[in-house]
């Protein structure tokens, strides 16, 4: 009996065993290393969204604001203290001023990192080189996963009467911008094979803005709008990452109306599906 006893605890602890890797490996750590853009479209939405679809996330943030690859690359080399890492665990923010890259690269085994260009030189190819290949070669010498996969962030031309300095790249035109981004960015990742995922927030924003919400995306120009704005980059970043549409995900902030939603839900989806055009919501029935 006892005999017995003893294989049928061993049976319940092995069970247990085998759960608690089954939900390790079910949690995704996300990395950012980026500026402002990247706070718009991961810190306040993603979680939430990835959780109503059933998925657990670890997101980190290494913040600069306006930060380009040309000084993260810099600061890499001269290891300086100068990032915010914003960290979310169980949907709860910690904030942790003064930390190096190596900080937060070394802080988790990230599945996933993020690499983005700031907002001015988005759409200017050449603003690229070498900064992103040598912060790409930091990050593999200090990343504890070596099966990382590595991300790049497209983010979103401006609105059409954004004050920003750095519209004048492009003529101070929506469109212009918007274009030379997908250029840009095509042919970055294209030259930069270690970048194995686009996320195309900035189709889906571009999307968007042809639906009844307009241009009122951003909320000075070139900053996310705090709701449906970055609630539509954020169902871009779900999709990318999961392979889960956002279409009728459930999570919907009481800040965010139903037809928002649907409108920014459906937006990142067709991003997805057709990263480098815009797809018109105008007419489409949601």
């Given at each position: 009996?006892?005999?017995?006893?003893?294989?049928?605890?061993l049976l319940i602890i092995l069970f247990i065993f085998c759960g608690l890797g089954a939900d390790a490996r079910d949690v995704i750590r996300i990395l950012t290393i980026g500026n402002s853009f990247s706070e718009d479209a991961v810190e306040n939405y993603l979680y939430d969204l990835a959780k109503a679809a059933g998925d657990s996330l670890v997101i980190g943030n290494l913040y600069i604001g306006g930060c380009s690859l040309e000084t993260h690359s810099a600061n890499a080399a001269s290891n300086a203290a100068n990032y915010s890492y914003r960290k979310i665990v169980g949907g709860k923010k910690t904030v942790t001023p003064g930390q190096t890259l190596s900080y937060g690269i070394k802080d988790e085994p990230?599945?996933?990192?993020?690499?983005?260009?700031?907002?001015?030189?988005?759409?200017?190819?050449?603003?690229?080189?070498?900064?992103?290949?040598?912060?790409?070669?930091?990050?593999?010498?200090?990343?504890?996963?070596?099966?990382?996969?590595?991300?790049?962030?497209?983010?979103?031309?401006?609105?059409?009467?954004?004050?920003?300095?750095?519209?004048?790249?492009?003529?101070?035109?929506?469109?212009?911008?918007f274009k030379a981004i997908v250029k840009a960015t095509n042919e970055v990742t294209e030259k930069v094979q270690r970048l194995k995922i686009l996320i195309p927030a900035g189709t889906a924003i571009q999307n968007a803005r042809t639906s009844v919400i307009g241009d009122s995306l951003t909320r000075d120009g070139y900053h996310l709008q705090l709701t449906y704005g970055r609630y539509t980059a954020a169902c871009t970043w779900l999709e990318a990452l999961t392979g889960k549409s956002p279409v009728g995900n459930t999570y919907?902030?009481?800040?965010?109306?139903r037809e928002q939603a649907n409108i920014a839900q459906h937006a990142a989806h067709y991003a997805?599906?057709?990263?480098?055009?815009?797809?018109?919501?105008?007419?489409?029935?949601?």
């Open positions: 009996m006892k005999k017995y006893l003893n294989k049928y605890l990230w599945d996933y990192i993020s690499f983005q260009q700031a907002s001015p030189y988005s759409g200017l190819a050449q603003s690229y080189f070498p900064h992103l290949p040598n912060l790409m070669d930091y990050v593999a010498a200090h990343a504890l996963n070596p099966k990382v996969k590595y991300i790049f962030h497209r983010t979103w031309a401006y609105a059409k009467n954004s004050p920003h300095k750095g519209f004048a790249n492009y003529q101070n035109d929506q469109d212009q911008m919907i902030p009481e800040t965010i109306t997805i599906r057709r990263p480098d055009k815009v797809t018109s919501l105008a007419k489409a029935k949601l």
